[in-house]
């Protein structure tokens, strides 16, 4: 098992059936697959190609895997009726997240109120691969960006193994002694604690929580979960949820919904989307909802 | 060859080349005002061999 740090977390690389040596291959592959998508993508380089289509005026011709990657993200904004919203950049920069945690501490006073942002007011050219964003919209991928590049260090892997991107994960195969790979939940009330461990096979999981991506703006506490319903951080009856899903993208896109739309509506909304989960309350109740097979 | 036959290909070397940029102009024109240029490559970290066990831990990053 081989680890690199990039997008801000712990990235982990497995695959016990290889060589040692076919294994480091396969780590150093997906290292460059990491940092090449960081180098282009993060919004918080200012070099990236993100960040110059954030910074530019009037219309831009974008690279091809740029163009995929916003086709991809209306995708997503369309079947999840907007609740998934890349559009968000703005909204994470006024209320503190300008800068990886990385840095240090985000916290500030009173948090801005930015204009609301809608991907859908970004004119977007798919086969002519042109751009027209709104002075307004800044286009944030890391809602769905990590999991994707999971899903594509997966690709690479000629045996069964393992992608964790700081809880992102892929796991092709039925894992170690063919049982499924085992997934700890974590509580978030408390990191050292597990509530229960999932055996998952040739499935990806993704979890959202605010407890890590917190802050303090002013006398509260903002997070990165961003409703784009209102541009501010989200307030849901849920601690965490950890979506179950075919890729490790759309687990990703899947735990960000139901996190917003809350225990009751996000439960059914979950399985009317053929995924499964572990929803945690902000009261400590833990809901597994789906087809989920627990150790 | 003559020097009438050296101009000739010359010529026709010259036309080739216009007609080629005439056409590359034309189809690969700029449709807009800006063009995202990449940053330079950036190093990919080097991964490090862990013994963890192998299992995943949900967490929110």
């Known amino acids: ?295 | 060859m003559t020097t009438t036959d050296w101009r000739l290909v010359a010529i026709a070397v010259i036309a080739g080349v216009y007609t080629v940029s005439w056409r590359g102009i034309a189809f690969e024109a700029p449709r807009a005002a800006a063009v995202i240029t990449s940053a330079p490559r950036a190093r990919a970290p080097v991964p490090v061999r862990t013994s963890r066990p192998l299992r995943v831990r949900t967490r929110s990053s």
């Open chain 1, 1 to 295: 098992m081989w680890t690199f740090r990039a997008m801000g977390t712990e990235i982990t690389v497995a695959a016990p059936a290889l060589a040692g040596s076919a294994e480091e291959h396969l780590a150093t592959r997906v290292a460059e697959l990491f940092a090449d998508t960081e180098r282009r993508f993060s919004r918080f380089r200012h070099d990236s190609e993100l960040s110059v289509l954030n910074a530019s005026a009037g219309s831009v011709t974008v690279s091809a895997e740029l163009a995929r990657l916003l086709a991809v993200a209306r995708a997503h904004v369309a079947w999840t009726d907007g609740l998934f919203d890349p559009a968000i950049g703005g909204a994470l920069e006024a209320a503190g997240y300008d800068r990886p945690f990385e840095t240090g501490r985000l916290d500030r006073g009173t948090p801005a109120h930015p204009a609301p942002a809608r991907f859908a007011d970004v004119h977007f050219d798919e086969s002519a691969r042109v751009v027209v964003r709104p002075a307004h919209v800044r286009i944030d991928l890391a809602g769905f960006l990590k999991g994707r590049t999971v899903d594509r260090a997966a690709a690479l892997a000629p045996a069964p193994a393992m992608i964790d991107a700081g809880g992102d994960a892929r796991l092709v195969g039925d894992g170690p002694g063919g049982r499924g790979w085992p997934v700890d939940v974590e509580d978030p009330a408390d990191a050292r604690r597990v509530l229960l461990t999932l055996h998952v096979h040739d499935r990806a999981v993704a979890t959202s929580a605010p407890n890590r991506r917190s802050w303090r703006t002013g006398d509260s506490i903002a997070h990165h979960l961003i409703d784009p319903r209102t541009g501010a951080p989200a307030s849901s009856d849920l601690a965490q949820v950890t979506a179950i899903a075919d890729t490790a993208e759309r687990a990703d896109v899947l735990a960000k919904v139901v996190f917003l739309l809350g225990r009751d509506a996000g439960a059914s909304w979950l399985v009317e989307h053929g995924a499964a989960g572990v929803l945690v309350g902000c009261d400590g109740r833990v809901e597994v909802v789906g087809g989920v097979e627990r150790a």
